[in-house]
């Protein structure tokens, strides 16, 4: 079997030219979506990131801003310039390019965001709400998987899901869509006893490891759905994912890619987000689904 390569520019390029149309719709009454980046510190990788995130925004005619603050910067400076934001009314969206640097507590920043602004679903009422599967906001990362699998017309009910990564920003948030969804979910990790015999069990498994090529073909089950959150710069310049993917892409029916799978659609999920913090503040019902406004 080869598998399907599930292609996150042309998801992403699905999503966006619907966020398009309402972003143009919400500058035609006044209000135009904007975005706060800040990014403490000079971390290469971070820095990419960022400026794909405000490139991504100003693609689609939301406003962006990023604010780059130095790797001295003390908290309490940081919330205050946090504070800033959330009174800012051209900003409907803040996102605090994590991990910060070294002391710097990244849990009481996040926390200083409006949660109504707070478009990476990080802040603890976000992430409750979450539980209770109410959340306005999903984390971008696993909210994207969701719509690569939903656009792709992959079922969730009923199958055994397995995430390799228990973090706070993909790992935890991943468990709880798939479960809203109907999986059954396992979350391992660094501490799991035979993660390969876990992963083989697995119809849909999710890697968000961090570590290249981790997760070999012999672990994928026959016909698994692969879903590569990793994104590894390799000593040769190159970017991998946390699945060997050549060894993957015989054994698994469907696959992402790295680069060009999940990456594209974080960025298009923080857009769908504080698009949809935008149309909230302006009175409207915000959606982060095409279709549902009857405009796509
Ligand atoms: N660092 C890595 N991924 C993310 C993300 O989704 N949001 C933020 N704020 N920082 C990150």
Redesign the pocket.
Known sequence: MTAKIINGKVISDFFRSEYKLRVDRLISQGTRPGLAVVIVGDDAA?QV?VRNKAKACESIGMYSEVHPLPATTRQAALTAFVEQLNANPNIHGI?????LPKGLDDRAVIEAISAKKDV?G?HCANMGALVIDESPYP???PYGVMKMLEYEGIPIEGRHAVIIGRSN?VGKPQAMLLLKAGATVTICHSKTQDLPAFCRSADILVAAVGRPNFVKGSWIKPGAVVIDVGINRLPDGKLCGDVDYAEALLAASAITPVPGGVGPM?ITM?LGNTLKAAERAAGIAGTTDPGETGLA
């Open positions: 971070s990131y996102l605090v390019q994590l991990p990476d990080f984390p971008c990362t920003i974080t923080l």
